[in-house]
C-alpha cells in the first residue's frame, strides 16, 4: 500500500501562485510515475501533470509554461508549482502514485490522495 497525503491549497487572486506537496509513504519503491489531477464542481476529473522517477514529465496542455512538476525521490514527495494562476484552475487538486513509467490517465494510477482545494480568485 502508498499513502499519499496533500498540502499546500489554498485560495489566492488571479496572478498569484501556490504550491501544492505530496508526500508519499508505505511500499513507495514500487511506484514510478507520481501525477496530479484536478476536479471542478461540475466536471470530470483531468490529468494536470505527471513526472517519473527519472524526471521526465509531462503536462496538459493548459497549464503548459504556467506550472512546473516535480519530485524528490530521497523524500519521496512531489511537488506542483503553479504560477500566473487563473480562475479557471480552481479545483481540488489530488495527487497519485503508479507502477507505470508514464501515466496520463486516472486509469493508470494505483493510490490516490484526498486532494487539496485551489481557489483562485478573479
Known amino acids: 500500500q502508498v499513502q499519499l497525503v496533500e498540502s499546500g491549497g489554498g485560495l489566492v487572486q488571479a496572478g498569484g501562485s501556490l504550491r501544492l506537496s505530496c508526500a508519499a509513504s508505505?511500499?513507495?519503491?514500487?511506484?514510478?510515475?507520481m501525477g496530479w489531477f484536478r476536479q471542478a464542481p461540475g466536471k470530470e476529473r483531468e490529468f494536470v501533470a505527471t513526472i517519473n522517477r527519472s524526471g521526465g514529465s509531462y503536462y496538459t496542455d493548459s497549464v503548459k509554461g504556467r506550472f512546473t512538476i516535480s519530485r524528490d525521490n530521497a523524500k519521496n514527495t512531489v511537488y506542483l508549482q503553479m504560477n500566473s494562476l487563473k480562475p479557471e484552475d480552481t479545483a481540488v487538486y489530488s495527487c497519485?502514485?503508479?507502477?507505470?513509467?508514464?501515466?496520463?490517465?486516472?486509469?493508470?494510477?494505483?493510490?490516490w490522495g484526498q486532494g487539496t482545494q485551489v481557489t483562485v480568485s478573479s
Open positions: 497519485a502514485a503508479s507502477s507505470q513509467r508514464i501515466a496520463t490517465t486516472v486509469y493508470e494510477y494505483h493510490y
Open positions: 508505505g511500499r513507495t519503491f514500487s511506484m514510478n510515475a
